[in-house]
């Protein structure tokens, strides 16, 4: 098969539309909002839906709903909160990466010597 490999599913509305809006707002936005927060400078691997949009596709498409995000931001701190906004333990201003409850799990978290390894697919390896 010659040319660009067409991807065969598009889960959630992951679209092409989708992948250049991502690839654009990551050249736009390089360094990782909740890495900044603390003072570090890392690169930007994910743009972070800050409030989830749970399929709502005005909340997806909205630039004003996303945030530059390293893998471990995005699958470990926003992980946990979301848990905490879920269980209404915060509001959804504290969704944002840069907010003062995920500096907080930032800095309760970032030098732990049992920090996770983060596998090639940005999820936290197994026993690490």
Not at 26 to 45: I, Q
Not at 87 to 112: H, M, Y
């Amino acid at each position: 098969m010659r040319g660009r490999p067409t991807r065969l599913r598009q889960p959630r509305g992951y679209d092409e539309q989708w992948f250049r809006a991502r690839s654009n707002y990551l050249h736009a936005h390089r360094e990782c909002v909740g890495c900044r927060a603390v003072g570090l400078s890392v690169a930007a691997d994910v743009v972070d839906h800050i409030v989830p949009h749970k399929g709502d596709r005005t909340l997806f498409r909205s630039p004003d709903n996303w945030q530059a995000a390293c893998y471990w931001h995005h699958n470990a701190v926003k992980e946990a909160l979301e848990k905490l906004w879920e269980t209404g333990a915060i509001k959804v201003d504290q969704l944002r990466l840069d907010s003062t409850e995920a500096i907080s799990i930032t800095k309760r978290n970032l030098f732990r010597r049992e920090r996770p390894t983060i596998g090639a697919d940005g999820y936290p390896k197994p026993g690490s």
